[in-house]
């Protein structure tokens, strides 16, 4: 059977009020904007563009996340910057990645960026799809 047909719960993370206040928004890591920056460099992405971030529907789950570059936004659009690197969400998107920040990760089974959301109610077992 595939990994994906296992949903597993995401155990809640506890966040100290006086925190929530300081916590941004949206966000990288200091090595997933350096990974982001470092792949813009590497295929020659102009320096306007910015990462957009999105959830879309799938997965079996119910949502799954989408990075690309991206140089248009939208009016429902809110823009951030992360360590040197400019985010856009769309207004749907967002409320499901408030308070999320975005890793990227190395390990025996590959490396790639890992979404830390505290929003997700459960995950699928290959962890590329989330409900909320």
Known sequence: MDACHNPTV????????????DRPMLGLTP????????IKQAEG???????????VGGGCSG?????????VTE???RT??????KL?????SL???????????????????KFGNPNVKSTCGCGSSFNV
């Open 95 to 113: 409320q499901y990645l408030m308070g999320t920040e975005v890793d990227y990760v190395e390990g025996l089974q590959g490396a790639g960026f």
């Open 31 to 38: 090595k997933a904007a350096e990974k982001v920056l470092e």
């Open 10 to 21: 995401a155990a809640p993370v506890e966040t100290p009020p006086e925190a929530e206040a």
């Open 75 to 77: 009016g429902v659009d």
């Open 88 to 92: 856009v969400v769309d207004q749907m």
């Open 80 to 85: 951030f910057e992360s360590h040197g690197v």
């Open 63 to 71: 949502f799954a996340y989408d990075l690309y570059f991206d140089q």
């Open 45 to 55: 992405i102009e320096e306007h563009f910015g990462l957009r971030l999105r959830v």
